[in-house]
């Protein structure tokens, strides 16, 4: 079984300001993990994923997440909030398996206040 | 390139109608399928998948059904929808051996 937990449904910082969105996650095998982004009324983008490998991976639009095994945490950062981050943030799990299925977060509504 | 369409983009139905949503996948061969079913201020929620052609895994129990009656096409249905039925749902792809789900555009459900 996993499991996914985001802390904080909503989080707001200034424009300019870090972001951090906080994803921690159990499995009982190897994780993939992904960040996907949600605009108003829009499916889900993702942003970034990590399945294998460095533990610190890039994304789009500057953001930016890492696998910490021994914390089974999977945050999400951005140096510099903009305006246009403004959206929903999921986090996921997958498992490696041929049906590969996915247990998503509650998610994390980011404001970005000017 | 592989696109994802999903079609109503919105929906109002009353209690009691059937209902039919629509997922089509282009530019890929034999994806895996899955319905999400997304509620207000909620994550989402796996309701179906499929690996192959009238392949259907159910995740909960649900007034839903779905089907796939070709390689590209997966159909959320139900005979007589509930007031809990509404909310957004999702219809995503996956290329089978690969780790990444893409996902369509939504269809927002609404019953009255």
């Known amino acids: 079984a996993q499991s996914v937990t985001q802390l904080g449904s909503h989080v707001s910082v200034s424009e300019g300001a870090l972001v951090l969105l906080r994803c921690n996650y159990s499995?009982?095998?190897?994780?993939?993990l992904f960040w996907y982004v949600q605009y108003p009324n829009q499916g889900l983008q993702l942003l970034l994923k990590?399945?294998?490998?460095?533990?610190l991976v890039k994304g789009i639009n500057g953001f930016e997440a890492e696998f910490k095994k021994s914390e089974t945490s999977f945050h999400l950062t951005k140096p510099s909030a903009q305006m246009s981050d403004a959206a929903e943030y999921f986090c996921a799990v997958t498992l490696n398996t041929n049906a590969g299925k996915s247990t998503f977060g509650d998610g994390t509504t980011l404001t970005v206040k000017p | 390139s592989q696109t994802i369409h999903q079609w109503p983009a919105t929906l109002v139905q009353p209690v009691g109608s059937p209902l039919s949503l629509e997922c089509t996948v282009e530019?890929?061969?034999?994806?895996?399928l899955y319905w999400y079913r997304q509620a207000a201020g909620r994550g989402l929620q796996l309701l179906f998948y499929?690996?192959?052609?009238?392949?259907i895994s159910s995740e909960v129990p649900q007034n839903l059904s779905a089907s796939r009656p070709q390689d590209r096409q997966f159909i959320l249905s139900s005979k007589k929808l509930l007031l809990s039925d509404s909310g957004f749902y999702l219809c995503?792809?996956?290329?089978?051996?690969?780790?990444?789900?893409?996902f369509g555009p939504g269809t927002r459900l609404t019953v009255l």
């Open positions: 499929s690996v192959g052609i009238g392949q």
């Open positions: 499995s009982s095998v190897p994780p993939y």
């Open positions: 995503a792809w996956r290329r089978q051996g690969t780790d990444t789900q893409y």
């Open positions: 530019g890929t061969s034999n994806p895996n």
């Open positions: 990590y399945t294998t490998g460095a533990t």
